[in-house]
């Protein structure tokens, strides 16, 4: 084992704990590890064939069809909240400035599009059910969809704030907002059980479109659908680790007794994260692999090694 390897297997193991011990209730832009290739369930669309004559609404309106997207809107599915498997929810839009972070201070007679007025002079307030969409950032997403449950939303639809730099010709950043690789993972923040409704993150591009048509006044009207992947009364699940996680080894040992339990009842796929082995500098200038065993493909895909001996038992490359 040379030594270059043996820096490389520190830096991965750094990587990896310090990916884990990230505490997403403290970091609102918290991302998680996003499991490339899962299968989603779930699908986003807006509906343009209705007239809607909502007596809150003021005048009389109808879906922009330019909305319509065949097959749907590219979408994040929140890892919290309870979706409504195998059914769907379709719902009125309301959009808020507000960002939700605060719920002694959220003001329901606000935002878009704009409602009729009480004997008061006061704008109605968001009529349930309705969808809410709220802008990213400021705080976690379980907190602005957990304000969002506290008064009436019936689903969250949390409008990103930053382009994806795979979009930049057709998305545009705000001012201060670099690009970013991926979308982030709506992930719970550890305190997300109290919440039963559920959330989409929408892309920026998209999100910016529906801001746009609500703050002109426009009706949006958008549905939020969940399939089942396969529904043959067996359980599908997956684990997704790394060969130096710490955090979930006791459950892991402690799961064994249910997992033992649902027998051929339960469909069980284990799944390893990878990394990028031209951004952990394993692959040389002519192409050949720099780590050792860490890798496979010349560098280009690497793992953590499981015990931490490069030169005895199963390697990152085996993983």
Known sequence: MNSYALAILLYLNALAATSYA???????NYRGNDPEGAVTTSKLQIHTNCTYNDSMLQPLASVPKTLTKPGGYEHRE?????????ASLTQNVYYTEQDLCD????NTRAGFPIRAQDETGQMLPWPSPYILMVDRGGCTFVQKVRNAQRVGAAGVMIADNTCLC???????????????IREPIMADDGSGSDI???????????????KAELMANHVVRMEMQWSLPAPDDRVEYELWTTPTDTISKDFQREFKE???ALGDRAYFTPQMYIYDGLRSGCVSLDGENECYNLCTNNGRYCATDPDNDLDRGISGADV
């Open 166 to 180: 795979s979009f930049q010709d057709v998305c545009h950043p705000d001012p201060g907002h670099d690009c970013e």
């Open 103 to 106: 719920a002694n201070s959220i």
């Open 78 to 86: 929140a890892l919290f909240g309870i979706p409504p498997y195998g």
């Open 22 to 28: 990230q505490d997403p209730e403290n970091d609102p």
């Open 196 to 210: 039963s409704i559920p959330s989409f993150l929408m892309f920026k591009q998209d999100a910016d479109l529906v």
């Open 258 to 260: 249910a997992a033992v």
